[in-house]
Nanobody
Framework: QVELAESGGGSVQPGGSLRLSCVFS????????MGWFRQAPGKEREGVAG???????TYAASVKGRFTISQENEKDIMYLQMNSLKSDDTAVYYC????????????????????????WGQGTQVTVSS
């Protein structure tokens, strides 16, 4: 069982930066694949960035080079650093977790369906506008 909670959303101008945080807790010592998703009004939820059990990161093409996913050493908090924000980045952002497929294998975020993630935070709104 995993509990997650996002924070750090807000309003920012195009070209600005924002850092989202996701605190998570584990009931067991099992490790999980972690990811950031977003959902804009009228659109389906999409994967943005993922970080695996062993720290491998993956990104959607639309955010590559602008967003960075990371974890603290103790891996009890996850971040999404968002730079060069665009209006198209406006969405509710969610952090999520899922067990590895096998062992420490976490699929790339671009190959993962949101439904594959079992645990979700409540979401935090990010609005990019001038």
């Amino acid at each position: 069982q995993v509990e997650l909670a996002e924070s750090g959303g807000g309003s920012v101008q195009p070209g600005g930066s924002l850092r989202l945080s996701c605190v998570f807790s584990r009931r067991t010592t099992n490790k999980y694949c972690m990811g950031w998703f977003r959902q804009a009004p009228g659109k389906e939820r999409e994967g943005v960035a993922g970080i695996g059990v062993i720290g491998v990161t993956t990104y959607a093409a639309s955010v590559k080079g602008r967003f960075t996913i990371s974890q603290e050493n103790e891996k009890d908090i996850m971040y999404l650093q968002m730079n060069s924000l665009k209006s198209d980045d406006t969405a509710v952002y969610y952090c999520a977790a899922r067990p590895p497929v096998v062992g420490t294998l976490c699929p790339a975020i671009t190959t993962t369906r949101p439904d594959d993630y079992r645990y979700w935070g409540q979401g935090t709104q990010v609005t990019v506008s001038s």
